[in-house]
């Protein structure tokens, strides 16, 4: 997440909020408000709770979302690797990590609890984080969020921004493979069970 004197940024997981961040000249991360820590993705009302309703109303708040069935891959390709598990789990990262190393057995098998630093689970609704912002955009339309920035005085640009892993040194990518390649009937019908809030929130669709 960020703020500034004019914004909020709730940051959910997998949606671009590195890239988004980085547009707005802003970094990733845990923040301080008034000496108490903002966890990096923090939910809308967790952050309204510690800056306190004026702090929150002076400025304009906003978040990401997108579908739920891509962003299950990526949070595969990404919480799955072995430094991810160590932040998320620690002494229990290699459990988890034997029961995760095909996408059926991720969805199947994962910790059903939060993660180290979050609340909400790999299973929890986006509009867990997005309930109270003020405009919600979708993953799937950056070209909005650049009218929005551009609305700001800001370039507009929104970039990829580089992942490295901490163990290897090298860039981390998600194999260039459309998400619906991953699913079989009974995989898909099982996210869809989990974030049926989103899908009619949204308007998502699995094609």
Same mark, same amino acid.
């Given at each position: ?117 979050? *609340?909400?689970?790999? !299973?929890?609704?986006?509009?867990? &984080? ?6 919600? +955009?979708? /993953? ?43 699913? *079989?009937?009974?995989? !898909?019908?099982?996210?869809?069970? &989990? ?6 929130? +949204?308007? /998502?669709?699995?094609?």
């Amino acid at each position: 997440m960020f703020y500034t004197e004019k914004l909020i940024f709730i940051h959910i997981s997998l949606t671009g909020g590195s890239s988004v961040s980085t547009a707005f000249g802003q970094e990733k991360g845990p923040k301080q408000f008034n000496g108490v820590t903002i966890p990096a993705h923090a939910t809308a009302l967790e952050v309204r709770k510690i800056m306190g309703d004026d702090e929150w109303s002076k400025r304009y708040s906003f978040t990401i979302v997108r579908n739920p069935w891509d962003k299950m891959v990526s949070i595969f390709h990404s919480w799955c690797r072995e430094m991810k598990l160590k932040k998320h789990w620690g002494d229990k990262w290699q459990d988890v990590f034997n029961k995760t190393r095909n996408f059926e057995s991720f969805l199947l098998n994962y910790p059903y609890e939060n993660v180290s630093g979050m *609340t909400g689970t790999i !299973r929890t609704s986006q509009n867990y &984080w997005a309930f109270g912002v003020d405009r919600i +955009f979708m /993953y799937e339309d950056f070209d909005e969020l650049s009218v929005f920035m551009t609305e700001l005085g800001f370039s507009g640009e929104i970039l990829y921004t580089p992942r490295f892993d901490n163990f290897s040194g090298q860039e981390y990518k998600r194999p260039d493979i459309p998400y619906q390649n991953y699913y *079989t009937k009974n995989l !898909r019908d099982l996210v869809s069970t &989990w974030f049926e809030e989103d899908i009619k929130l +949204f308007g /998502y669709s699995f094609d």
